[in-house]
């Protein structure tokens, strides 16, 4: 791999990270720290520095589809939080959301659907 070619990519995605999430990204990221720095940096790189910032999806559609999969996993409620504070952040509505997650139990089952429902309500008090 390029040397040379890491500082940008890392810098792309921390703008990236800044842009969808905010402080909350970057709170995962500073948690990271202590125990794995190397993960904190491939955390920017990759999905913020590589996938989020190709030009195929605008950011609004790209929340959309993590909120849809990470709820689908069905065991990532930590990660839905962020991600769902994030679709808020891009223009996701709360009814949009709500809407994606209720259309995850017909793929990944009802639990799936309320634990999402659940994280839902959580971030949209921690908002009002």
Known sequence: MNPQAQPQRYERGLAKLREIDGQAGEHVVSSLADIAPDFARYLIEFPFGDIYSRPG???????IAVVAALTAMGNAAPQLKVHL?????????????VEVIMQMAVYAGFPAALNGLAAAREVFAAVD
């Open 85 to 97: 504070q994030a679709a808020l952040n891009v223009g996701v509505t709360r009814e949009e959301i």
């Open 57 to 63: 999806l605008d950011l609004r559609s790209r929340e």
